[in-house]
């Protein structure tokens, strides 16, 4: 059984910055990517980030240079630091687990950005 807690979601102005935490715990080998994707109302879920075991990083065009995947290996936590947020990144954002063959996901944390 795998669970991942993700933390760090709230209102905030544009401009402004946010930073999101998610701890994987449980029966976890052989991980081969941890990230997050979001999903705005009325639309698709997409990839926002996503950091491989590796250590190589994969970001949406959309946030290039404002977003930041990182992890701390050792507590199987990713992060992902938020600034310079517009309108447009509102939405439910959700860390995701690969482990060989196998996708995990956490229940989802708000992130809701005024103008």
């Known amino acids: 059984q795998v669970q991942l807690v993700e933390s760090g979601g709230g209102l905030v102005q544009a401009g402004g910055s946010l930073r999101l935490s998610c701890a994987a715990s449980?029966?976890?080998?052989?991980?081969?990517?941890m990230g997050w994707y979001r999903q705005a109302p009325g639309k698709q879920r997409e990839l926002v980030a996503l950091i491989t075991i590796g250590g190589s990083t994969n970001y949406a065009d959309s946030i290039k240079g404002r977003f930041t995947i990182s992890r701390d290996a050792p507590k199987n936590t990713i992060y992902l630091q938020m600034n310079s947020l517009k309108p447009d990144d509102t939405a439910v954002y959700y860390c995701h687990l690969r482990v060989l063959s196998l996708n995990y996901w956490g229940q989802g944390t708000q992130v809701t950005v005024s103008s």
């Open positions: 449980g029966s976890i080998r052989s991980i081969n990517t």
